[in-house]
């Protein structure tokens, strides 16, 4: 039998999800006496509570109370860090949509019916709801933060060539299928159980035990799996948690709430949209010699993840590329709209687009292809090292670059040289329908950049007939994560996969877990189980090693057998005679990433563990009669290192552009004037369909060596570095309007290239060519 890793696998509930039959939050059956539970928002983004009259609320019909924030028992807070988001809003109203009331019925129709006949007065106040009003009444949450090398002003003035730009991008719905649901169960003595759909199951089991006033042992969260997360379940699970929570607390039954789609959009925080605005010096060849950026970020009412999420976008903001003095600000600005939140990529993205425009900015002012001058600044690969290009701004050696060997490689399957001279010579003489191509880089770190997240726990049981159950702290939103904890402890055993079951997170069997985040889900609780697995069959060989008469060494699992010496048994014997001779059979494991060190003070050191790596060449065609556009071809070269599952790898990097490519090219946030959210709905927000996958999709894994970090088995991170190769898809486009009538303009093209966009910039561009 071979090992189970490297192998391709179905994802573990695959029948599961084809047949309906994979149980969510909401399909869990529900307990007699199920109370249902229904917010009450706000109808204003600013302003304080005169006076909240709940009184028809409480006489509708199957009404059984409301919940306030006079009813919590403890705190009154859902943020995941600051304490600045709170259940229920008691005086000060914080953004359109914000949660100031619960109502606790009998069935859910019931309980949104009576949500709407609340009489609640204002006395508003003024609201800033966007970056630049942000910006011009200094808005901030905190002070910038800043990161540099070298001196940026000086080798900018003594640079042959500069410029300066801006590029803006908006947010990001995440539009998991699953809405945000929770269930909670009283139990005895004061103690709660909640299913939840989060990606954080100790931070609600925290935060709901804050707010009962009770210890964490009084709670706990189980989830068994998510519809989709893509970062909008790491807090913003928090509060229908904690509603939750304090309903079954408060009426001694279960209680139950379900977001509906306009509401969950309403509440929940998005992608932090972005201003960059730049100024680059580089060379006739394109090399840059300096640059200063400003990052400008819309956070909204709270702190939420803000700071990571800036965070983590300064240190991507060189992407790929050597950058020898660099400064980075980052403004996170304070607005009166939700919360912005983690998302996909965390920040990283925003970074990156910000350098991408920026070297695309510089081939179009030398005239060279854009390509080239991404690879005149790459850093350099492992193979071909340079002491002196090998340092981020931050003071992390790359050591383990392979993006020059896959560009190289990329460009030749691609055959993208040939297609761009085809493309330039079919615009030249300006088609209604233009062409574009781009080539764009992915250089991700993998690590929480929080230290002390880089941890995880998991608990493995052998039974005696052979078959191992397996817990761990991650949770699985349909990534693959259990899939591949499961072909690791399998491999591990040498036992079939049907063998490992994973049954459902939960705090009661491993505590103090991290987020699954960071794409570091395999990485943590895989080495945790792989550790906890390990224990158990060193035990187990090292009795029946003494039991047969024989060394440890010459106990060998393997096909679902054990070979001790000459004797062969099979797993199922080997785990009863184990069993019979009093050795256990069950053990915890735990993980924690090595070799990290990061001081986000001076903003220096080793964040990450390791870097992913990829690279996209997406080709485009553009209407310049409306600005419609679609996605051609795409090309895609990706570093997984030793893929532990291909299949499910190759799942995450098409998902992962077609997402980023969303972002960046149809899906656009709009808040009115009074800071009501105007895209609620599938009606009014557009996300990519199947039909806007690339027609030409092309999708390889870079067989680059593997992960000479050390992660487990040698993978590499899949989560979310390929979302970041959508960028591929904004530049095409952007080349695509490059040249329009003859203008020698750049198109500076912005986030999202809605069609409205494009016919813009085109219109821009026509006027100057003539």
Request: glycine share 10%; with cysteine; aromatic share 6%.
């Amino acid at each position: 039998m071979p090992g189970q890793v490297r192998q391709s696998r179905f994802h573990d509930s695959a029948h599961l999800h084809v047949s309906g039959k994979a149980r969510y939050t909401d399909d869990l059956p529900e307990p007699p006496g199920l109370l249902h539970l229904c917010l009450g928002l706000s109808a204003t983004a600013h302003g304080h509570i005169r006076s909240m009259n709940l009184d028809a609320v409480l006489s509708a019909p199957g009404v059984v109370g409301v919940l306030t924030a006079d009813d919590i028992p403890g705190t009154n807070d859902a943020s995941p860090i600051a304490g600045d988001d709170p259940i229920f809003a008691d005086d000060l109203v914080s953004y359109h949509g914000q949660s100031l009331f619960a109502v606790v019925a009998k069935t859910r129709l019931e309980a949104r019916r009576a949500a709407a006949l609340a009489e609640i007065e204002y006395d508003p106040l003024p609201a800033v709801l966007t970056i630049k009003e942000a910006m011009e009444k200094g808005s901030l949450l905190a002070a910038p933060s800043v990161m540099q090398r070298g001196d940026p002003e000086k080798a900018l003035n003594a640079s042959p060539h500069r410029l300066s730009g801006e590029i803006s991008m908006g947010g990001q719905e995440h539009f998991y299928l699953e809405g945000q649901a929770a269930m909670a169960l009283p139990g005895e003595d004061g103690s709660v159980h909640v299913f939840a759909s989060t990606q954080h199951p100790t931070e609600i089991q925290h935060k709901i035990a804050a707010a009962l006033a009770c210890p964490f042992h009084q709670v706990t969260v189980e989830v068994r799996r998510m519809g989709g997360a893509f970062g909008g379940k790491e807090s913003q699970g928090n509060l229908p948690a904690l509603v939750a929570a304090v309903a079954a607390h408060r009426f001694g039954r279960p209680a139950k709430i379900v977001y509906d789609r306009d509401d969950d959009m309403r509440l929940t925080g998005k992608r932090h949209d972005m201003l960059v605005r730049y100024e680059a010096g580089f060379d006739d060849e394109g090399r840059i010699n300096a640059i200063l950026a400003d990052h400008h970020l819309r956070c909204g009412m709270s702190w939420d993840l803000s700071q990571p999420i800036a965070d983590r976008a300064m240190l991507h903001a060189d992407n790929a590329y050597f950058l020898p003095a660099v400064r980075v600000k980052s403004f996170m600005h304070k607005t009166h709209t939700p919360s912005n939140t983690a998302f996909r990529g965390f920040g990283g993205p925003q970074g990156m687009v910000g350098m991408e425009r920026i070297i695309d900015a510089i081939a179009h002012h030398l005239g060279l292809d854009p390509v080239l001058v991404r690879q005149r600044n790459f850093y350099p690969d492992a193979s071909r090292p340079d002491p002196l290009r090998q340092m981020t701004p931050y003071g992390m050696e790359v050591t383990d670059a392979p993006i020059n060997a896959l560009t190289d490689q990329l460009i030749t399957s691609s055959d993208y040289h040939a297609r761009r001279a085809q493309i330039e010579a079919e615009n030249a003489s300006d088609p209604v329908v233009r062409r574009g191509i781009a080539l764009t880089p992915v250089k991700f770190g993998i690590s929480f950049t929080k230290t002390f997240l880089n941890q995880a726990g998991a608990l493995v049981n052998v039974y005696t007939d052979g078959s191992v159950q397996l817990n761990h702290g991650g949770t699985e939103m349909g990534q693959g994560l259990h899939t591949k904890i499961r072909q690791i402890v399998a491999d591990c055993f040498a036992l079939p996969l049907e063998d490992v079951r994973i049954t459902a997170t939960t705090t009661g069997k491993v505590p103090n877990t991290s987020a699954t985040a960071a794409s570091s889900g395999t990485d943590l609780n895989g080495m945790a189980a792989h550790n906890a697995a390990t224990e158990i069959r060193s035990r187990m060989a090292e009795y029946l090693a003494g039991l047969y008469q024989t060394s440890p060494e010459e106990v060998d699992f393997t096909g679902g057998n054990v070979l001790i010496g000459k004797t062969a048994l099979s797993f199922r014997e080997a785990a009863e005679q184990c069993w019979m001779g009093r050795i256990p059979l069950s053990s915890t494991g735990f993980y924690a990433t090595p070799e990290i060190d990061w001081d986000r003070e001076s903003f220096s050191g080793r964040p990450f563990y390791y870097f992913a790596y990829g690279a996209a060449v997406t080709e485009v065609a553009v209407d310049t009669f409306t600005g419609e556009n679609r996605i051609l071809r795409c090309d895609i070269l990706h570093d997984v290192g030793h893929s532990i599952n291909p299949a499910i790898d190759r799942g995450q990097i098409e998902g992962g552009y077609v997402q980023g490519a969303g972002w960046l090219t149809m899906e656009e946030i709009v808040y009115g004037d009074d800071g009501r959210l105007a895209t609620h709905a599938p009606s009014t927000y557009k996300i990519p369909a199947l039909s806007d996958q690339p027609l030409d999709f092309r999708v390889e894994l870079f067989e680059g060596g593997g992960n000479p970090a050390g992660a487990i088995h040698r993978s590499k991170a899949v989560g979310e570095p390929p979302l970041m190769l959508g960028i591929s898809a904004l530049m095409a486009l952007s080349d695509a309007v490059r040249g329009y009538k003859g203008s020698g303009l750049y198109p500076d093209l912005h986030a999202p290239a809605t069609p409205e966009r494009i016919l813009q910039a085109l219109t821009r561009l026509k006027e100057e060519g003539q």
